[in-house]
């Protein structure tokens, strides 16, 4: 097997079926020659992940919950046993209670803003540290956030809050790290039909209106988002760290609809 990702060894959190992000990403890198380590949360996603790993090559498979710490600690004491080093990590988990992910974000309870900020933000903190670890030869590592996070996005709420402190510590994970020779970056992207985004209101026409107002007229997929995750994860991108890359079909570049829309 060949490829730009050849003998490079990551982890990728966050993948729940086959619509997921994560799985788009990790189609793509393993397409390109890595080997695969999958984190889980709770047996029943185990059970789908498993054979999607296997579709990939990987039999590495753990469970990881972000709110427990253990978990955390056993996923990378267990990649220390069997692999010795991590070249990359994917972190593409996010969760609020999707009762306050509607009305006003003034709303907001403080359980929720705590428990939201702690799995939405704070785990990839705690994740990068444990593994900068094990990135003795340098590394990459790459989040999910969304453009809810520098513009209102109706209903988006507490997770707007949380992806712009996930943002913010993007940069200073970067500054930390980069001397080093670890990279860390992130991938906004547009909205996508994955279970968390399908499981909020509006979400069809959230869609429709990607498709009508964004300057490549469409929505993304997992796989623009795995191809762009590709250059941020391998040496392609050995210039770039902090940054937030948008794949959005460049709805963030736009103030006004499209105007065609606007005469219907
Ligand atoms: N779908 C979109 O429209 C969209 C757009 C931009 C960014 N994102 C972000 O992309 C990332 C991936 O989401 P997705 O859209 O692929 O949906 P998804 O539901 O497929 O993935 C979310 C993952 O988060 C995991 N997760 C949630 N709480 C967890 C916890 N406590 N411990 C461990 N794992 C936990 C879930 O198990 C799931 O695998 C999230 O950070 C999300 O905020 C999604
Ligand atoms: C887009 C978009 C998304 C997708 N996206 C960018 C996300 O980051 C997913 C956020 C999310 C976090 N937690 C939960 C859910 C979604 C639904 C299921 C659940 O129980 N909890 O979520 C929205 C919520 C409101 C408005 C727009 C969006």
């Not at 250059?231 to 770039?240: E, R």
Request: glycine residues 10%; neutral net charge; hydrophobic residues 40%.
């Amino acid at each position: 097997m060949t490829g730009i990702m050849k003998g490079k060894r990551g982890l990728i959190m966050g993948v729940a079926n086959n619509h997921s992000i994560a799985w788009g990403i990790s189609k793509a890198l393993a397409g390109q020659g890595a080997e695969l380590c999958f984190t889980y949360q709770g047996e029943a996603l185990g059970k789908r992940v498993k054979p999607l790993a296997a579709e990939l090559g990987s039999d590495f498979l753990l469970p990881c919950d972000v709110e427990d710490i253990a978990s955390v600690d056993a996923v990378i004491d267990a990649i220390k046993e069997r692999w010795g080093k991590l070249d990359f990590i994917v972190h593409a988990i996010g969760f609020s209670d999707k009762n306050e992910l509607k009305g006003l974000y003034a709303d907001t309870s403080r359980e929720n803003f705590t428990r939201t900020m702690v799995i939405s933000c704070f785990s990839f903190t705690e994740i990068a540290r444990r593994a900068a670890d094990l990135m003795s030869e340098g590394g990459t590592m790459l989040t999910l956030t969304y453009g809810g996070s520098v513009r209102v996005m109706p209903n988006y709420n507490v997770m707007g809050v949380a992806k712009a402190a996930l943002e913010a510590s993007v940069r200073y994970l970067a500054s930390d790290y980069g001397p080093r020779g670890i990279r860390v970056n992130a991938i906004s992207a547009g909205p996508i039909r994955t279970l968390a985004g399908a499981g909020i209101s509006d979400a069809r026409a959230m869609l429709s209106w990607q498709q009508k107002n964004s300057p490549l007229r469409r929505t993304v997929t997992i796989d623009d988002v795995g191809n762009s995750a590709l250059y941020l994860l391998s040496d392609l991108s050995g210039g770039v760290t902090g940054e937030i890359h948008y794949v959005d079909s460049g709805y963030n570049i736009t103030s006004m609809p499209a105007l065609e829309t606007l005469s219907r």
